[in-house]
């Protein structure tokens, strides 16, 4: 396609600018320009990709989703087996894995869908070894669970640099911006106080993704970078924990090693492993459910006792209309108000509104116009 090949010249031709462009104060508004355009035509280029044959499609399910991240052969089939009902093909050498394979564990009451995608390699942002296309997949994520060969502990930074590059942020706090449209009036700017970059700066971001009019609210400090990664490149945000695979193959003493560096440089959980020996399986299913910021609350009928074997699993501050929305919306529609007892309530069967903050472990009896569950 000419257009693709025209985009394809234009991204070049800009990378080359960008390469030979000192990044200092003087530059810095015409680097972010750079940026802004260099995203603006990969995400064109990437919509005009065939999808034909790529095998990444997923649909997610379940009440979260984690996928799994690591370089090629450090051991994610082998996990994914280990706790999930997925029949992942493992063998002892690189790219076993072509495609998605889905897994769901089934822990504390709540159905975990655990995606098992190809081991990413050093040029992924690149495109090499279908990276582009397995970032696709962990965009979508809940949880990134990186698995680490312990044998080789500086994976870890070489696939950090990996998202970076394929704007996914780990463990990093999402800015918040805001930005109302206008159809005429120009470009304003509510800083609230924050440090955030001139309004050139921020008019030249914007014009990227199509917005000349309107006013531009920010809630925290903001770089130039920031701005265009989070509204050009469309960075995810997304939470992360360590896998430290195949422990077995080291002393107890370089494990822990290995473990007290990773945690003391990347600021995350990290916790060693051994699919082989089955070590801390049961203590990787808990570290899993713990950092999904997930909570299990329990219905009551008014006339019978709750079922505590059958949770609903909601997101944490989710709130009592949530619950409702979550079973059907037309009995959140409904809803008249609400019985609760547990650590939300100051005491046992208060009477709250659909905008009651639950907590993990409530009990809830929801009380309709029609009629009551």
């Not at 945000?237 to 003391?264: C, F, T």
């Not at 650590?343 to 009629?371: C, P, W």
């Amino acid at each position: 396609m000419a257009d693709k090949q025209a985009l394809q010249e234009e991204l070049e031709a800009l990378q080359k600018e960008y390469a030979k462009t000192k990044d200092n104060k003087a530059t810095n508004k015409y680097v972010g320009l750079l940026r802004a355009k260099m995203a603006r035509v990969r995400r064109a280029l990437a919509e005009r990709k065939s999808k034909k044959g790529t095998g990444f499609g997923v649909k997610k399910s379940g009440d979260a989703t984690v996928v799994l991240v690591g370089f090629p052969n450090a051991g994610k089939s082998s996990l994914i087996n280990r706790i999930t009902d997925a029949n992942s093909k493992v063998a002892g050498y690189a790219f076993t894995t072509l495609g998605t394979i889905p897994g769901m564990l089934e822990y504390n009451g709540a159905s975990i869908q655990v995606l098992d995608v190809p081991g990413l390699i050093e040029g992924a942002h690149m495109g090499r070894g279908a990276g582009t296309q397995v970032a696709s997949v962990m965009r979508i994520a809940d949880l990134l669970l990186f698995v680490i060969d312990a044998t080789a502990p500086d994976q870890m930074y070489k696939i950090l640099d990996e998202l970076s590059l394929l704007n996914i942020r780990v463990n990093s706090e999402k800015p918040k911006v805001t930005i109302e449209e206008r159809s005429s009036g120009g470009l304003s700017v509510e800083a609230n106080g924050h440090r955030v970059p001139d309004i050139d700066e921020i008019r030249t971001v914007l014009k990227e993704i199509g917005v000349y009019n309107g006013k531009v609210i920010f809630y925290n400090s903001i770089t130039l970078d920031e701005l265009v990664s989070l509204l050009v490149e469309r960075a995810v945000y997304v939470r992360g924990i360590v896998v430290l695979n195949k422990i077995d193959l080291l002393s107890a003493a370089k494990a822990a090693q290995a473990k007290k560096e990773l945690e003391s440089q990347l600021k995350m959980q990290v916790l060693p492993v051994s699919m082989t020996e089955g070590t801390n399986i049961e203590k990787l299913k808990s570290m899993i459910f713990d950092n999904l910021n997930i909570m299990r609350v329990y219905l009551k009928p008014r006339d019978s006792d709750a079922d505590f074997s059958k949770p609903f699993v909601l997101r944490h501050e989710s709130t009592v209309l949530d619950l409702a929305k979550g079973i059907h919306s037309k009995m959140a529609e409904n809803l008249r108000y609400a019985y609760v007892t547990g650590k939300s309530a100051k005491f046992r069967n208060q009477k709250v509104g659909g905008e009651h903050i639950l907590m993990d472990g409530d009990v809830v009896t929801l009380v309709y116009e029609k009629y009551a569950l």
